[in-house]
């Protein structure tokens, strides 16, 4: 994506009408393309524009040190990114801003059939990043904003939900909901066993089903008062960058970082 500085129209840019207008543009496909590089152009003056990854995350997430106890706090922003490739860092990143120390949970990952232990060792296993499920070592503090990758107790605690860690324990992680009809209820989430079914083998991983939401692909989010898109890795389609930009209602609280 190009940023051009060329206002959209004579309208207000901090008007609601304003940001329809554009935000049906990109969704017709209606937006100027640089056929050189066949990317689209943007105007400048509709959206905040960061220098660096660094930028974005102070913008969304200001005074994260500070706010992380509120749970109407973090449950209103998000940075939303087109691919899952560059989450689990930026993640990891926004995590290291909280107080506190980190827990490390491993999983237990094992084979189902005995005859293909030799083929696929636990150290293979362990390297396996699989979409739908938690890594092999779950990094979090208490504070840190998780999302649900199973459905464990409907419909409280659904595959999407979103969290804030309370209380990390050995064997169950309490946390807050943030988000939706249960918004406020403190939850216990325990260690399930979690088999893929897309691999030509069987294994199982016994893990806490919940990976960090600080920032998430464009698919999982839903509305947010506060949003960032990281466009190092370029959307799809129009499309994919339309539900981005909508997801955030006004565009003084929109914040994009394309390098």
């Not at 937006?31 to 105007?43: E, Q, R």
């Not at 973090?74 to 939303?80: C, H």
């Not at 504070?143 to 050995?170: E, F």
């Not at 016994?206 to 960032?228: D, H, Y």
């Amino acid at each position: 994506m190009q940023i051009n500085e060329t206002p959209i129209c004579n309208i207000s840019k901090n008007s609601a009408m304003a940001k329809i207008l554009q935000l049906l543009n990109i969704g017709n496909n209606k937006v100027a393309v640089d056929t050189s590089i066949g990317l689209i152009t943007l105007p400048i003056d509709f959206w905040h524009i960061t220098d660096s990854k660094e930028e974005l995350i102070q913008h969304v997430f200001l005074d994260i040190a500070q706010q992380f106890n509120n749970h109407n706090w973090p449950r209103k922003r998000a940075i939303l990114v087109a691919k899952n490739k560059n989450v689990d860092a930026l993640n990891a990143t926004i995590q290291n801003f909280l107080p506190g120390q980190l827990v490390s949970y491993k999983s237990v990952d094992t084979i189902m059939n005995q005859d293909d232990v030799i083929n696929y060792p636990t150290e293979f296993l362990n390297s396996l990043e699989l979409p739908g499920l938690p890594p092999h070592n779950l990094l979090l503090k208490e504070g840190s904003v998780v999302i649900m990758l199973h459905s464990i107790n409907q419909p409280r605690l659904c595959n999407g939900t979103r969290l804030a860690v309370k209380k990390l324990m050995n064997n169950v992680i309490e946390a807050t909901i943030i988000k939706g009809k249960y918004k406020g209820e403190d939850v216990l989430i325990p260690r399930i066993p979690m088999t893929p079914t897309d691999l030509p083998f069987d294994f199982k991983g016994l893990q806490f089903p919940v990976r960090l939401a600080f920032a998430m692909t464009i698919n999982k989010s839903q509305s947010l008062e506060v949003c960032g898109i990281n466009l190092e890795f370029l959307c799809f389609s129009h499309g994919q960058l339309y539900v981005a930009c909508s997801r955030v209602g006004k565009p003084s609280s929109l914040f994009i970082y394309a390098p």
